[in-house]
């Protein structure tokens, strides 16, 4: 059985590319392995992340992610069954927001993914990953 998992989180300390290097180099190896799919957004002290695979597969490692002290008040926006993927390639894209981010700061200047509906955080998700240039994508 398939499904997609949307949390958010609040970073511990600051976001830097060793962080970020350290979390996706583990996660793209692990993920490749267990057939987990998805997309990491970071920026702004917060992370967004799309967890696709096997139901017991994504619910052990969501259990992992809520344990890992890098950040806090993780919090699920939304889990659906799915019929197929929305990123079977990528074992973890990355898309990298910087601190004023244009897409967030003027589209959706309010935007709080602990108030915000699912549908809308998974829309910005969307959008994030089709403008492209922020995303970079794992080694194949
Ligand atoms: C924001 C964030 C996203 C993460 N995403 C993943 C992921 O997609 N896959 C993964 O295996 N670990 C991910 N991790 C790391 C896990 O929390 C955990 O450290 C890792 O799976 C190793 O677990 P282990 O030491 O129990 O083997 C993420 C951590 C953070 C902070």
Not at 104 to 124: C, N, Q, W
Request: aromatic content about 6%.
């Amino acid at each position: 059985m398939l499904v997609r998992v949307l949390y958010a989180s609040r970073a511990v300390g600051p976001q830097t590319s060793t962080v970020t290097a350290s979390i996706l180099e583990v996660a793209q190896a692990h993920n490749r392995k267990n057939g987990i799919t998805g997309i990491l957004c970071q920026g702004q002290g917060l992370y967004l992340q799309v967890l696709e695979g096997n139901r017991s597969i994504v619910n052990q490692l969501y259990a992992r992610i809520l344990m890992d002290r890098r950040h806090k008040d993780v919090e699920m926006i939304s889990f659906a069954e799915v019929a197929q993927r929305r990123c079977p390639d990528w074992s973890m894209a990355h898309v990298n927001l910087s601190d004023a981010d244009p897409m967030i700061r003027m589209k959706h200047p309010e935007f709080d993914p602990y108030s915000a509906t699912g549908a809308f955080v998974m829309t910005l998700v969307d959008e994030l990953v089709s403008s492209g240039h922020r995303i970079s994508l794992p080694p194949a």
